[in-house]
């Protein structure tokens, strides 16, 4: 069964870090792109990072540019998400998710909550 | 950057009716435009895909049409887990992909 979970969410304080992962399973992880999306609570969906699948290119929104860095370990079928630096605008429910053959996502995780409050 | 405008904010429709969702572009997207369900405390699911080919495993009932700027989603007629919020996200000019504010599917 083909499956992505996110872990690694919690309380942290302005301008502190956290580390998200992502856990694939059930296909071939390094064929795919796989993004960052969250959603910030009752608001909608809101493009954060996304990754090859070879590692070799990635791109940020500007909201996160230079605070977040994206990374993964195909070897380990796991996604990752440095947050530095981070605001209370970053509290939001972060997905992982894969790309179809488009720019669509056709696989979810069911999220990890990051709250950033002092 | 494309901003997405979903209307209405919310429907109210009776189960086994028609519900009919709309979804408009700030500028011209082709076909490059998908839709997704959320229900509560869930993922969202995608359900369509350039703009109007359902997604592995959803129902016919499920249909989108549309291209260019303007892009509708019809449910032709409801069951009870269609109940939800749906999301449109465009993904023909970006950085940044795009996403709708959604629209809230309740019951009558």
């Known amino acids: 069964q083909e499956q992505l979970v996110e872990s690694g969410g919690g309380l942290v304080r302005p301008g502190g870090s956290l580390r998200l992962s992502c856990a694939a399973s059930?296909?071939?992880?390094?064929?795919?792109?796989i993004i960052w999306i969250r959603q910030a609570p009752g608001t909608g969906l809101e493009w954060v990072s996304h990754?090859?699948?070879?590692?070799?290119?990635?791109n940020y929104a500007d909201s996160v540019r230079g605070r977040f860095t994206i990374s993964r370990d195909n070897a380990k079928n796991s996604l990752y998400l440095q947050m530095n630096s981070l605001r209370a605008e970053d509290t939001a429910v972060y997905y992982c998710a894969r790309r179809g053959v488009n720019w669509y996502f056709d696989l979810w995780g069911r999220g990890t909550l990051v709250t950033v409050s002092s | 950057e494309v901003v997405m405008t979903q209307s209405p904010a919310t429907l109210s429709v009776s189960p086994g009716e028609r519900a009919t969702l709309s979804c408009r572009a700030s500028q011209s997207v082709s076909i490059n435009l998908a839709w997704y369900q959320q229900k509560p405390g869930q993922a969202p699911r995608l359900l369509i895909y350039?703009?109007?080919a359902r997604a592995s495993g959803i129902p016919a009932r499920f249909s989108g049409s549309g291209s260019g700027t303007e892009f509708t989603l019809s449910i032709s007629s409801l069951q009870s887990e269609d109940f939800a919020v749906y999301y449109c996200q465009q993904y023909h000019n970006w950085p940044p992909l795009t996403f709708g504010g959604g629209t809230k599917v309740e019951i009558k």
């Open positions: 059930g296909f071939t992880f390094s064929d795919y792109y």
């Open positions: 990754i090859s699948g070879r590692n070799d290119y990635t």
């Open positions: 350039g703009a109007s």
